[in-house]
């Protein structure tokens, strides 16, 4: 049940957050998703060892979440709690690959060690990069780009609706499960056969909902094409946001900045 | 143009199931009218106003909104004339913005962008809601959620307003500022409602339902003040033409 | 079981966002086609109903947990395999962008894993077999039972390649494939007995939606063209990925042998695997002068001195001070971000 207030509260924040008026709200949105998708490619590909060469890219979410005035706290608290996946699969490297790459002092540290740490740094860096794009950009907007960028009206339609009804239908959800767990003691009445029943009782009401969605449509002249419109521009910021982002991580992807950095500091130290 | 606009002839209705939901309904409404659509559950409210907005279409007698006929065919030019306010604004508002919402049926009818904008403007100035043009739906308080449902049909001129239970819901407050809002309404307009103060400060003209028949047409100072006829359908005195349960005054 | 962009290669990901971007503009043009306006909503509305619904939990029976529905074969034995589809890509890609259960490059492989399976594979093919005509209350329990164990079996097993195939993870595939199938024939069943619950709730007190997708011979035979169609898309992409790897490793047997002497020796054929991987992706990416190639003290982990040198002196190449000044540097360039990040927002807090 707090888990249905808590959602409910996470896309709302997010939303809410997205309602800012800061200078990375206002880009054009295709430009901030183009820019994630690079973003994330670079990440990717590289080598799964690799964890220095990863650090700089930490810059982009950094700049979206200072910039884009979003709470840090938060979003970390959204990634940790998005991380057990990727942690249940990283952690079994250091078991399974042994060979000690290198030592800090009289430690060794084994490759496992350096490719799960590599997980969850790429893990932490796209979740929070993606989590920083909705919350300077809006659902809405993401659509819009998506529908521009040539994903299929019917999808995004789709999408859209999805979105608007999940705030009416999650709060029925909640007062459901509020009202069945007032009534369920000892675990009694929170089998699957309640649940089918409770799940059943809410999904005709969705269908009944959809049908008086359907009627108010109709009365107001669908016919069966959804009508969008948003002006959508792309102007000089725009394109400066997106050229310079996307030479950066290729840079960054082609050349690791930290080593030739770290060598110059102990090149100097010697 | 013809003056009576809304006109039902012997309508009559039922559930596939075979259960009656209307027997012979007919009533006249005339241009600018304004009537109150009255009586208990079950009634047959519902239904007509399905039949109404052109959402059912009669099985056995007749509907004419304007000149035309409601048939299978004429579906589409009805709807056009008509604006139907549902029950539930959260199934009404299905757009992701406000103004994509009160946009909607101006793009169905095809209009030119700067007209959409403009019929936009207008209908939300209507209702008083033009600083919420860029919510969400979903931000909206329940006052707010009624009064841009009746601007997304506003925006389409419509010639006659039907609406269900248009102050359901409501704080007081907010159904005050919707009763005044509906007052100065010069459309004609058919509300159903079970909240007959309101009928009573909107509507000039009463109709009351039981088991899918009429049972009483007529003023709605006369009806709502008829104790008689009221318990019959099921209804009460409007709360303001009841007693004070504090002084005992009649 | 959201796969995470963290685990997943570009070439892995790349593939299943194009195998099902394929999918999503085919059935978003054959919903158009059928002409029947009431599914937008009705879509739409579903969608928000599988997100209410899985915040809703039930005790699993004999364990004490709780659990919530995945959702995927009750729509679609209410929308059809095309529809639900849809329905299922659109709470997937919501779930990426407000929870991060997954994400935006491994959308392709989530919806491949949680969505086609079901949609595609298990209903047309299991739950429609048994349960689709006159259905009753067995037919229906055993439906929902086989077509939810199958459809997470096959996701399950979707996971496990793609993850194999993206080698980020160390687990070898038969380890991985023996840990994740169990699992996920544990909770196909529980998935199984709660959509037969829903399911059967709505037959009995609704019996006309359920023939709605049931009965009408029209949907029938275009959603088996459209599983035709998918699958070919599917396969033809995998297909097309493992034949990469085919012409890597000329000699299948040898790999074989390596694979089941254990994992030491399964490190050589991965490692080539995904050398070839890096290679493909560093020429149709980026730059193909790729400056680090001859340079000793950089190339330390790069993966194309793993090949040249051989599996067992891969690390060997490692020189302590190199790595260090990985480590120094990496530090420095993060705290330099962080810096740059407070700056930027001292800056916009002044203007």
Redesign the interface.
Known sequence: MS??SS?LF??NH?DALSNQT?CIHRLDPRVKLLA??VF??S???L??????????F??YP??L???G?LPFKYLLR??L??AP??FL??I??PF??S??????GPVGIS??W??FAS??I??AL??FT??A??ATTG?NA?CMALERLG?????V??????????F???E???R??RARSLRSFD?KG???????????????R??D???R??IA?LSRG???E?RLAYPLKVNRRDILFLSGWTALF?LL???????????M??GLAK | MSHHIVEVIDLEYSYPDGTPALGGVSFTVTHGESVALVGSNGAGKSTLLLHLAGCLVPQSGEVRIGHLPLTKKTIPQVRRNIGMVFQDPDDQL?MPLVYDDVAFAPLNLGFPPEEVEQRVVNALNTVGATHLRNRPPYRLSGGEKRRVAIATVLSMSPSVLFMDEPTSNLDPRARRELIGLLKRFEHTRIIATHDLDMALDVCTRTIILKNGSVIADGPTVDILGNEKLLHTGGLEKPLRLQGCPVCNNN | ??????????AV??AMLAATAGM??H???K??ED?D??V??????????I???Q?????I?AT?S?GH?GGGM?LAV?LGSNAAF??M???L??Q??????G???ALGCNIINLAFFSCFMAYPLIYKKIAGKDPNRNRILIGSIAASIASLQMGAFGVVLE?WLS??????FTSFLLLMQPIHLAIGI?EG??T???V???WK??PE?LELTGSSASIRSTSMKKVLVGFAVFAAVIGGTLSWFASANPDGLEWSIYRAAG?EEL?APETRL?ALF?KI??KA???PG???KGND??KS???EVRVESGKDE??GS?????????????????LL??F??????K???RS
């Open positions: 888990t249905i959602s996470d896309v997010l800061t994630t998708v994330i490619v990440i990717m590909s080598d799964r060892y690799q964890i220095s060469a990863l650090m700089p930490a810059i950094i700049f979440i200072a910039l005035n959204k990634v709690l998005a996946f990727a699969i990283g079994w490297n399974l690959d060979n000690v790459s290198f030592h800090i490759g496992g350096l490719s997980i969850m790429r893990f796209t979740v993606v989590l794009l909705i659902f993401v994903v299929p009206r019917g999808f339609v789709q999408l859209l609706f999805l979105y608007r009804y999940i009416v239908l999650t029925e959800a909640g459901m499960a675990g929170m089998g699957i056969r309640v649940f089918g029943s409770m799940i059943g009782n809410l999904l005709l969705t269908l909902r959809a049908q969605i359907h449509m669908f016919d069966g959804i290729i992807r082609l050349f690791n900045l930290p080593y030739l950095l770290g060598d500091f102990s | 299905f | 079981m959201h796969m995470a962009d963290a685990l997943i290669s570009p990901g790349g999503v503009l059935g978003a043009k919903l158009k002409m306006d009431r937008v909503p009705l879509m739409g509305v579903l969608g928000a109903f997100f209410a619904a915040m809703i939990n039930f005790t029976p004490g709780s529905i009750i209410l849809l329905v890509a659109s709470v890609t919501i990426t962008l407000f929870f991060a259960d994400g935006l490059l993850t080698g980020v993870s160390e687990i070898p529980v007995l709660v037969a619950a829903v059967t709730f709505v007190a609704r939606i994992k490190k995904h890096a992706q560093e990416a980026f730059l790729y400056s680090f003290s950089v982990d790069g993966k891969a690390w490692v020189n302590a001070g190199t790595s260090l000044s990985g480590l120094i540097g990496g530090a420095t360039t993060l971000a962080f740059i990040g407070w700056f930027l927002r800056l916009q807090n």
